[in-house]
């Protein structure tokens, strides 16, 4: 059923694309450079949108299993993939936006753990937690969706963790759902990828990042370790929680867009979008690689592999203090640029 539902998703995604960009540029759906954009022209934005119908239609025709974990990630993604809609149509204010994301976030929590079985003081934290994370991920993802190829990445590598780790511990829905997610991703990758004629738009990057949000929620409670679950989102969440912490304790306002981030400065520093995008896949995937050992691996194999997991993200982190050092080390002193 995976290679189906990837097959099925990725078609969709390449025939549509190409339909949503002539229709955004008909309404003139445009994102306009800025002083901190990593883009020089006006490009559509809102191509999210074929991912997200691809991705639905496809789990509609795919999956015949419980209903439950299909209908909460479902909804989930389509309630958050509205909710960018509205701000790449309409520029929502961050107080309304976080609103409507609060509301989404309470209803797509009660599918989620519809059923969970936990006493209440417990279902009452774990409802809390999951709306925390639900939002929390959901804005990560739209705060590095910021370069060609960056976000086709993260979804790309995740899904395929996911697809992986799913058909070995037999759990078929994230195995399908992964296989989903990379498929829908893969059909939208070459009109992003390396020149981007269209953007996810808040649109794509709200639906994907709560696609995956809820689909480790549900690969959580299905009993996979934490490691495994989380690992392939691993760099999106540290990236954009350091560069937070940063800000806030610099005095910036945390809202307003910056480039703070790892990935942004590594292009300030004359690493092309391909180049940074790629780095960043490589990472992600060591660190889904590192994750998936403890599914399976003895004790000692799994602090090995954590151990490995910090220290990659750890590299990811400094890297662009690594590559200053490296351009301002004076020719012919044994570094090489």
């Not at 539902?5 to 190409?18: D, K, M």
């Not at 409507?100 to 059923?115: P, R, Y």
């Not at 990472?283 to 003895?298: K, Q, R, V």
Request: net charge neutral; hydrophobic share 55%; proline share 4%.
């Amino acid at each position: 059923m995976s290679w189906y539902a990837l097959g099925v998703s990725f078609v969709l995604a390449l025939v549509l694309t190409p339909l949503v960009i002539a229709l955004l540029r008909r309404a003139e759906i445009y994102d306009t450079p800025g002083e901190r954009s990593s883009h020089s022209t006006a490009t559509p934005r809102g191509g999210g949108v074929a991912v997200a119908i691809a991705g639905l239609s496809t789990l509609a025709l795919v999956w015949n299993g419980a209903g439950g974990p299909a209908i909460a990630v479902a909804v989930t993604a389509t309630g958050f993939g509205f909710v960018g809609l509205a701000d790449d149509l309409f520029d929502l204010s961050p107080n309304l936006r976080l609103a409507i994301q609060l509301t989404f976030g309470v209803i797509s929590s009660v599918l989620l753990l519809n059923a969970a079985g936990l006493p209440t003081h417990l279902m009452v934290l774990a409802f809390g937690a999951t709306v925390f994370w639900l939002m929390s991920f959901v804005n990560a993802f739209n705060f590095m969706d910021g370069i060609n190829g960056m976000s086709v990445a993260q979804a790309c590598v995740a899904g395929t963790a996911w697809t992986i780790l799913g058909v070995a511990t037999g759990e078929p829905f994230l195995a399908t759902a992964g296989a989903i997610q990379l498929g829908a991703t893969l059909g939208f990758a070459p009109f992003n990828v390396p020149r981007a004629r269209v953007f996810l738009g808040d649109v794509g990057s709200y639906f994907l990042g709560a696609w995956m949000a809820a689909l480790a929620v549900v690969g959580l409670r299905a009993g996979l370790t934490p490691e495994a679950v989380l690992a392939p989102m691993a760099l999106y969440l540290i990236d954009t929680g350091s560069t937070l912490i940063w800000r806030v304790r610099s005095g910036h306002e945390w809202r307003q867009p910056h480039r703070h981030h790892v990935y942004q400065r590594l292009t300030d520093l004359g690493w092309s979008h391909s180049k940074t995008a790629a780095f960043a896949a490589a990472i992600i995937g060591l660190c889904a690689l590192l994750g998936g050992l403890s599914a399976t691996a003895s004790l000692p194999a799994r602090v090995v592999a954590d151990v490995g997991l910090i220290l990659a993200v750890v590299a990811y982190l400094d890297w662009p203090m690594v590559r200053r050092g490296e351009a301002s080390t004076p020719t012919g002193a044994g570094v090489s640029n």
